[in-house]
């Protein structure tokens, strides 16, 4: 489809330029329409994240009713890990110690691949560390090559699942009182995390039906991290942001929670496919009917800014890591396949989440090849008589017009960005602070390289049917 | 939650209805559509596209001064005629008038706003008698009317220096010409030819300055061979090649029939093109265009001159 429009709009561009010049246009007044819209709900989510910043999730579960009792809950945290190194993963656990929750209402579960080798070598001095301080400490080692399964994350963490029931159930605590969290081997929980997911837990209606999505914000290393790499993990969390609130169409990201017995209910995560994090979601939508949701927790967990040794290596790994991530796309068959042989969902919530899921997507691979090079296609194609007529001069003007707005947009963005940032490590001058505003004006070859490509790049091997495996994004930390 | 999200309800309805009703507006006017408030409909507009060089002009329409400066492009005009003026501090004004039409854009984009008080720069620094410009090696080159020495500047009238004392011609020279390799130049009158190195450092002693005299007929125009040893000289009647030295003997090339023919030497190929006229078989003459192809490659003129001359070949 987003070749379709592409193509579509090439040869109208040559055929029919003032039908492709007033679509171009449409589209260019569709975007600042957009843009201005997302903007003002990334203030909204930047304003209750900011208003909820210091807020006592802990004590706020004490002052719930006696029938929500929160120190029934327990929660069972698995960190599948692949390539990653003690550097990565020694921080993430230290931060799951750190944080306020009761110690001994925690399982931390280490899921390692036994296919890379220094992983026990890993797991043994984890292990050590870390396995005094929570009620239960887990090492896995998922296999290789098992039937069915292909090299994703989604597979080591169901291996890992599988057990942390069996523990579970010989401790004998219901599954109906444990949440699980998903984290990025690279993912540091706040302080108040656990209070802040027991809360919304306790107090959302018919929580088994519901997934739990912080803010993934990337400031594990953001002081460090080179400029263009830290504004494209900045506008990640931007667009995550901006997803919070716009609840009907909002799916798990990256690192996320959801009850335990919910995810027993749907036999785990997907262990075929890439995008473990939103499959899993619409694995208990249609479980429950279309009945589930994901609740926004406007805490935020933090994860390393991906970048390599030099600019060219990091273009290359933001590429690929965006290319996973738009990889997506296949949600779409999966969510419209089970559709299809689903009579409970109500037809309007079928056709209603499949086009959001489409547009989502198709909107994703096109938006940067219509608004930079389809753009000028009339102008160049059009041929004599199109540069006679008052379009011929107006597509550029309206075109222009467009970068205008989104240098207005930028502003807004830059101001946001300064509120998310961690505090300044004492090993980086202040400098930064200024460089960390020019940069902004990057945005332009950022969206040129990474704003649709690779999102064209997923949909062309899916259509081609080339299946990618899971690309395990290297992760860099300054020891300082 | 609630409350933002009725917040979000309100934002987005807005912005769908936002899109909904300005769209057909935006689309109309990209178009060239202007909407008629008074009969409420859309009325078919032209505009006007104007570019100037420099840009930066202040634009006038009909007297009116527009907010817009050059490039300009001025929409949803009526059809009809507008008298445009454009002004530019320190440039002669532009006017015209334009006639618009419907859906049709008028482009005046190759306006030159000319100054006022062009900035025209001297380049020589004294007085000369002859001066021309070689675009190729970007040099100006003059000579000096008082001591008869040619000097050489780049373009912009700087680095000055001093190439070679000429020899006096009587009457003066009609055309002087610096051989391709720039190590000489040769100069005319009617009846006399001077070649003198251009050495400014001295490096050329050996190759003395001489003339070469032409009693018996009038010299039209002369030209350097591209190895800057060979001159080729179209007299009045006939069209010879000689070498670059003293006492040279000529070869001759072509006799012609007209006075004075034209001739023209491409150095790119070393190609002489002349005209002369002809006989025909009715009798009557007629112009024609004739080329010599002069390249050591196609015309074998320097065995011919040895053989002629009986003398080692330069």
């Known amino acids: ?480 | 939650m609630f409350s933002e999200q009725r917040i979000r309800a309100v934002l987005f309805y807005l912005s769908v209805a936002v899109f909904f009703i300005f769209l057909p507006f935006i689309l109309s006017s990209a178009l060239g559509y202007k909407f008629d408030r008074r009969n409420l409909k859309f009325t078919r507009s032209g505009l006007i596209f104007l570019k100037t060089q420099p840009a930066g002009a202040s634009v006038y329409l009909d007297g009116k001064l527009l907010n817009e400066k050059t490039p300009a492009t001025i929409n949803e005009l009526l059809p009809g005629r507008y008298h445009i003026r454009l002004e530019l501090e320190k440039h002669y004004p532009w006017t015209d008038e334009v006639v618009v039409e419907a859906g049709q854009a008028a482009r005046l984009d190759k306006i030159i706003l000319f100054l006022l008080r062009p900035n025209a720069k001297q380049l020589n620094k004294a007085r000369f008698t002859s001066s021309w410009v070689d675009e190729e090696h970007q040099a100006a080159y003059y000579v000096n009317r008082d001591d008869n020495v040619l000097y050489k500047s780049d373009l912009n009238g700087e680095h000055y220096e001093k190439l070679a004392n000429l020899i006096m011609l009587s009457p003066a020279p009609v055309k002087y010409k610096v051989s391709f390799n720039r190590e000489k130049i040769l100069y005319f009158n009617a009846r006399q030819l001077a070649v003198v190195a251009i050495n400014p450092d001295n490096r050329f002693d050996k190759d003395a300055p001489f003339i070469l005299n032409y009693p018996d007929s009038t010299i039209v125009d002369a030209f350097w061979h591209s190895d800057g040893y060979h001159i080729i000289v179209v007299r009045e009647n006939q069209i010879e090649v000689t070498e670059a030295r003293p006492q040279a003997k000529a070869v001759v090339l072509a006799r012609l029939n007209n006075k004075n023919s034209p001739a023209f030497y491409d150095n790119r190929s070393d190609t002489l093109y002349f005209l002369d006229t002809q006989q025909a078989a009715d009798g009557n003459s007629y112009d024609n265009l004739y080329k010599i192809e002069m390249s050591p490659s196609t015309f074998p003129w320097q065995e011919l001159m040895k053989r002629k001359n009986n003398e080692p070949k330069p």
């Open chain 1, 1 to 480: 489809m987003s070749w379709g429009i592409i193509l579509g709009l090439v040869i109208l561009a040559a055929w029919r330029p003032v039908l492709c010049a007033a679509l171009i246009i449409t589209f260019d007044f569709y975007w600042i329409i957009r843009t201005l819209y997302l903007t003002t709900l990334l203030v909204l989510a930047h304003q209750k994240l900011y208003r909820q910043k210091n807020r006592n999730w802990l004590a706020d579960c004490r002052a719930l009713s006696a029938d929500k009792n929160w120190q029934d809950i327990y929660h069972l945290i698995i960190f599948p890990v692949y390539k990653e190194g003690l550097d990565i993963l020694r921080p993430s656990l230290a931060a799951i110690r750190d944080t306020n929750y009761p110690k001994d209402k925690i399982i931390v579960v280490a899921a390692f691949e036994e296919r890379h080798g220094p992983s026990r070598e890993m797991a043994k001095v984890l292990e050590a560390e870390f396995n005094d301080y929570f009620f239960g400490y887990l090492t896995t080692m998922h296999p290789d090559g098992l039937s069915g399964e292909t090299r994703t994350k989604g597979a080591n963490a169901t291996w890992a699942a599988k057990a942390a029931r069996a523990f579970l159930d010989e401790k004998d605590i219901s599954h109906e009182k444990v949440i699980i969290s998903c984290f990025d081997a690279d993912t540091c929980a706040q302080k108040e995390y656990f209070g802040c997911l027991t809360y919304h837990f306790l107090t959302t209606p018919n929580p088994h039906q519901a997934s739990y999505q912080p803010i993934p914000v990337y400031n594990n290393n953001i002081w460090h991290a080179p400029s263009f790499a830290r504004l494209v993990e900045i506008s990640s969390s931007y667009c995550q942001m901006i997803e919070s609130m716009r609840l009907e169409k909002f799916v798990t990201f990256s690192s996320h929670s959801m009850s335990f017995k919910t995810l027993v209910d749907i036999d785990y995560w997907p262990v075929d496919m890439i995008s473990d994090d939103s499959v899993v979601y619409w694995k208990a939508f249609i479980f429950h009917n279309g009945n589930y949701r994901v609740v926004p927790l406007y805490i935020t967990v933090s994860m390393d800014v991906a970048y390599s040794t030099n600019f060219l290596k990091t273009i290359a790994m933001q590429y690929k890591q965006k290319r996973r991530w738009a990889w997506g796309v296949e949600n779409f068959p999966f969510v419209l396949s089970r559709f299809f042989n689903d009579n409970r969902i109500p037809l309007r919530v079928k056709v209603w989440r499949s086009f959001h899921l489409l547009e989502s997507h198709v909107t994703w691979a096109v938006w940067t090849v219509i608004i930079t090079l389809l753009a000028p296609l009339p102008v160049l194609l059009g041929g004599a008589l199109f540069h006679q007529m008052p379009i011929g001069y107006n597509l550029p003007l309206i075109t222009g017009l467009l970068l205008k707005f989104t240098v207005g947009a930028s502003l807004v963005w830059i101001l946001l960005s300064r509120t998310i940032l961690p505090p300044r490590p004492k090993d980086v001058h202040w400098v930064k602070n200024i460089v960390m505003i020019i940069e902004w004006s990057l945005v332009p070859l950022i969206i040129l390289i990474l704003g649709s490509t690779p999102a064209l790049d997923a949909q062309s091997r899916l259509m081609l049917a080339k299946y990618m495996e899971f690309y395990s994004t290297e992760k860099k930390r300054k020891v300082v």
